[in-house]
C-alpha cells in the first residue's frame, strides 16, 4: 500500500509539471480563438517565452521577474499577430505559421548571438527558477513532499484558470469578446469596438502563452534548448478545441494530457518499454481526444474570418 501511494504522489507531481504550460497556453487561445482570431502562433509565442524567462532568469537571478517578462515577450507577438491579422486582414491560419517560424528562428539567432554561437543557454543557478511551494517541510520521498512541494506556478496557473473564466461569463468584457466571436458586425451596430476587443484578447493569448513557455525553463528544466517545446503549443491548441474553447474546458483537457504526459515520464524510467513508444503517449491521446471530440466542440461563427470596420 505505501508504494502504490508514493506511485501516486509522484504520478500528481508528474502531472503538476506536465499541466501548466499546457493551460497556460490553451486559456490564451481560448481568449483568441473565442474573440473570432485563429492564433496557431501558440507554440513560436511559447518558444519565445522559454527563450526570454531563461535569459532575464540567467542574468537577473529573480525567477519572477524572468517570468513576467516571458510573458510580455509573448505578448509582443501577440501584438505583432494581432497587427497582421486584424488591422492588415492578413489570413490568421498563415499569419499563425509564421509566429511559429519566426519565434524559434528568432530564439535559436539571439542565443548564438549572446552565447558563443551556442543553441541552448548556460544552466540556471537553482535560486534563478521558479519557488517551490512547502520546500523542506515534508520528508523527501513521502507523498506530501510529492503532491505539495512543486513550483508554486504549478497551482498558480489554476487560479489564473478560476480567473479567466470569471471574465468570460461575469463581466461585460466577457461578454463582448464571446458576442464579437459570433457576430461582430452585428457588435459594431451596438457601438462595440471590435478591434480593440480582438486586440486585448490576441494580445492577452500572446503574454499567457508566454508564461506557459517560460514555466518550462524556469522550472522543468533549468535552461533554453531549441527543442524545449516541442509541440505543447499544439496541444494546447487541441485541448481548446477538445474543451470546447471555454476555460473550464481546457482545464479538463489540459490535465488530462498533463496526466498522460506524467505517465509518460514516469514510464520512462522503466527500460520495460521501448522509450520511442513512451514519449508518443501524449500526441497519442491528442489525436484521438480531435478525432473523437472535435466534431462535437462549437466554433465561435466569426473564427478565422475576416473583419473590416464599416466605419
Same mark, same amino acid.
Given at each position: 500500500?505505501?508504494?502504490?501511494?508514493?506511485?501516486?504522489?509522484?504520478?500528481?507531481?508528474?502531472?503538476?509539471?506536465?499541466?501548466?504550460?499546457?493551460? /497556460?497556453?490553451?486559456?490564451?487561445?481560448?481568449?483568441?480563438?473565442?474573440?473570432?482570431?485563429?492564433?496557431?502562433?501558440?507554440?513560436?509565442?511559447?518558444?519565445?517565452?522559454?527563450?526570454?524567462?531563461?535569459? $532575464?532568469?540567467?542574468?537577473?537571478?529573480?525567477?519572477?521577474?524572468?517570468?513576467?517578462?516571458?510573458?510580455?515577450?509573448? &505578448?509582443?507577438?501577440?501584438?505583432?499577430?494581432?497587427?497582421? =491579422?486584424?488591422?492588415?486582414?492578413?489570413?490568421?491560419?498563415?499569419?499563425?505559421?509564421?509566429?511559429?517560424?519566426?519565434?524559434?528562428?528568432?530564439?535559436? /539567432?539571439? =542565443?548564438? &548571438?549572446?552565447?558563443?554561437?551556442?543553441?541552448?543557454?548556460?544552466?540556471?543557478?537553482?535560486?534563478?527558477?521558479?519557488?517551490?511551494?512547502?520546500?523542506?517541510?515534508?520528508?523527501?520521498?513521502?507523498?506530501?513532499?510529492?503532491?505539495?512541494?512543486?513550483?508554486?506556478?504549478?497551482?498558480?496557473?489554476?487560479?489564473?484558470?478560476?480567473?479567466?473564466?470569471?471574465?468570460?461569463?461575469?463581466?461585460?468584457?466577457?461578454?463582448?469578446?464571446?458576442?464579437?466571436?459570433?457576430?461582430?458586425?452585428?457588435?459594431?451596430?451596438?457601438?462595440?469596438?471590435?478591434?480593440?476587443?480582438?486586440?486585448?484578447?490576441?494580445?492577452?493569448?500572446?503574454?499567457?502563452?508566454?508564461?506557459?513557455?517560460?514555466?518550462?525553463?524556469? &522550472?522543468?528544466?533549468?535552461?533554453?534548448?531549441?527543442?524545449?517545446?516541442?509541440?505543447?503549443?499544439?496541444? &494546447?491548441?487541441?485541448?481548446?478545441?477538445?474543451?470546447?474553447?471555454?476555460?473550464?474546458?481546457? $482545464?479538463?483537457?489540459?490535465?488530462?494530457? !498533463? /496526466?498522460?504526459?506524467?505517465?509518460?515520464?514516469?514510464?520512462?524510467?522503466?527500460?520495460?518499454?521501448?522509450?520511442?513508444?513512451?514519449?508518443?503517449?501524449?500526441?497519442?491521446?491528442?489525436?484521438?481526444?480531435?478525432?473523437?471530440?472535435?466534431?462535437?466542440?462549437?466554433?465561435?461563427?466569426?473564427? !478565422?474570418?475576416? /473583419?473590416?470596420?464599416?466605419?
Amino acid at each position: 500500500m505505501d508504494v502504490i501511494i508514493k506511485d501516486l504522489g509522484l504520478l500528481i507531481n508528474a502531472t503538476l509539471i506536465a499541466t501548466p504550460p499546457l493551460l /497556460f497556453a490553451a486559456l490564451g487561445s481560448c481568449f483568441s480563438e473565442r474573440c473570432g482570431v485563429v492564433n496557431i502562433g501558440i507554440e513560436g509565442m511559447m518558444t519565445i517565452g522559454a527563450f526570454t524567462g531563461a535569459v $532575464v532568469g540567467l542574468f537577473s537571478g529573480n525567477g519572477w521577474l524572468a517570468f513576467l517578462c516571458a510573458g510580455l515577450a509573448g &505578448a509582443v507577438f501577440g501584438l505583432i499577430h494581432a497587427i497582421a =491579422c486584424i488591422s492588415f486582414h492578413a489570413d490568421q491560419t498563415i499569419a499563425g505559421t509564421a509566429i511559429n517560424f519566426l519565434g524559434p528562428g528568432l530564439a535559436v /539567432f539571439l =542565443c548564438k &548571438a549572446m552565447f558563443n554561437n551556442s543553441s541552448d543557454t548556460p544552466a540556471m543557478d537553482p535560486s534563478s527558477k521558479l519557488p517551490k511551494l512547502f520546500e523542506g517541510v515534508f520528508p523527501t520521498g513521502t507523498f506530501w513532499n510529492n503532491v505539495l512541494n512543486v513550483y508554486s506556478v504549478a497551482y498558480l496557473v489554476f487560479v489564473v484558470a478560476l480567473i479567466c473564466w470569471f471574465v468570460f461569463y461575469k463581466t461585460r468584457f466577457g461578454a463582448h469578446l464571446r458576442a464579437v466571436g459570433e457576430h461582430p458586425e452585428a457588435c459594431e451596430s451596438l457601438g462595440i469596438d471590435v478591434y480593440k476587443i480582438r486586440y486585448i484578447c490576441v494580445i492577452l493569448s500572446g503574454f499567457l502563452a508566454g508564461l506557459g513557455g517560460a514555466f518550462v525553463t524556469l &522550472a522543468t528544466i533549468n535552461q533554453f534548448r531549441p527543442n524545449v517545446i516541442v509541440g505543447q503549443g499544439f496541444i &494546447a491548441i487541441a485541448a481548446v478545441i477538445f474543451g470546447k474553447f471555454s476555460p473550464e474546458g481546457a $482545464v479538463k483537457a489540459c490535465l488530462l494530457f !498533463g /496526466f498522460c504526459s506524467g505517465i509518460r515520464s514516469l514510464a520512462s524510467q522503466s527500460n520495460m518499454v521501448s522509450p520511442n513508444l513512451i514519449s508518443m503517449i501524449p500526441y497519442i491521446v491528442t489525436i484521438l481526444a480531435l478525432v473523437l471530440f472535435v466534431g462535437k466542440a462549437h466554433t465561435p461563427a466569426a473564427n !478565422g474570418k475576416i /473583419f473590416v470596420k464599416s466605419r
